[in-house]
């Protein structure tokens, strides 16, 4: 199973400088690990020890927020694509 994630410029010094992954999971939390395992440097950059996002950081799956679906536990199929975005704040 192939899923397509879209790395923000701010993580890509973790990636080898890559935008866009080409990865495998079968939810959010395995292709967490996956990361971590194809590019060791990221771990840390991502989630928590105990397994959950980061707070400064939204993915969405095929533009849908993970937050607003099973969060860690939301299923991936083959083609999806997962982007990682920053939080933005101001005021």
């Known amino acids: 199973m192939s899923v397509k994630v879209l790395v923000p410029t701010v993580l890509q010094k973790f990636t080898n400088d890559q935008a866009v992954l080409e990865c495998s999971g ?36 095929n533009s849908e927020d993970i937050r607003f679906l099973e969060h860690t536990k939301t299923p991936l199929k083959d083609g999806d694509e997962v982007s990682i975005v920053p939080a933005v704040a101001g005021g």
């Open 26 to 61: 079968s939810n959010i939390s395995e292709l967490f690990d996956y990361l971590e395992v194809s590019y060791p440097n990221i771990k840390g950059r991502l989630r928590k020890p105990e397994g959950e996002p980061l707070r400064f950081l939204n993915f969405y799956v």
